[in-house]
């Protein structure tokens, strides 16, 4: 609005005019943004690491500031050993270079610039289904991506069950006499590095030697002779 001051031109009019400004658009960015994935194994063993690569790329034509990566694991890892890094090419950026937990993080790519992530993680040793693992770049607010088909990578991993069962049995004397009380002690141990379901112990007593008692930790155990145990699943950690 412009105020010209009274005079003959204006014939004593106050000489205010009205005028609208016309809204500007915004100049919106179009390019072509693609991410893909890949795991640096054709299978993970339950409760040890597997590293993913995210390739975040802009195809052109035009540069992009401010993209959104973001990769959420599957809740089969163990959130707390999740970590990554961020690599940019020449003139491109990572907002971070490194990170711990998923992913949600921005990048700005020059035409054919690219981020790499490298992620690590460890699946927990009780997964026993394949893991299904997603990435996806998003355009900022304003921008339009020409190929959003390209914007979601997944890979889907089989899964491994690796277990050591280790069993270790002592006596409560290293000689007896007839007549004498003899305890066994068995130790069931798995070393990993999965969890082990399903675990059976024997033990078939010596001829001579008369059953008393027989318990166990865990699980349920039977026979007078020949004695089995049931235990079931066993941890990575959990003696029996």
Not at 154 to 181: C, F, M, Q, W, Y
């Amino acid at each position: 609005m412009t105020e010209f001051p009274s005079n003959g031109a204006t014939r004593g009019a106050s000489g205010l005019i009205s005028t609208v400004i016309p809204k500007i658009p915004f100049c919106s960015t179009d390019t072509d943004l693609s991410i893909t994935k890949t795991i640096n194994t054709n299978s993970i063993v339950a409760g040890q690491q597997a590293t993913y690569t995210i390739v975040a790329k802009n195809n052109g034509p035009n540069p992009i500031f401010g993209a959104a990566i973001v990769d959420n694991l599957p809740s089969a890892f163990q959130l707390n050993t999740i970590s990554w890094t961020c690599t940019a090419s020449q003139g491109s950026r990572c907002f971070a270079n490194n990170g711990t937990g998923n992913i949600n993080t921005k990048v700005d790519l020059l035409v054919s610039g690219t981020a790499t992530f490298q992620l690590t993680a460890v699946l927990s040793p009780s997964a026993t289904s394949a893991v299904t693992n997603t990435a996806t770049i998003a355009m900022p607010d304003g921008s339009r991506d020409t190929n959003p088909d390209n914007n979601t990578s997944s890979v889907t991993t089989p899964v491994l069950v690796n277990s050591d069962v280790r069993v270790v049995k002592t006596a409560s004397k290293s000689s007896s006499l007839p007549g004498d009380n003899l305890t066994y002690t068995l130790t069931v141990t798995n070393l990993g590095p999965s969890d082990a379901t399903g675990v059976t112990v024997t033990d078939n007593l010596m001829s001579g030697l008369v059953l008393t008692n027989v318990s166990s930790t865990q699980g349920t155990c039977s026979g007078t002779q020949n004695i089995t145990c049931n235990i079931g699943a066993l941890g990575t950690t959990s003696p029996s």
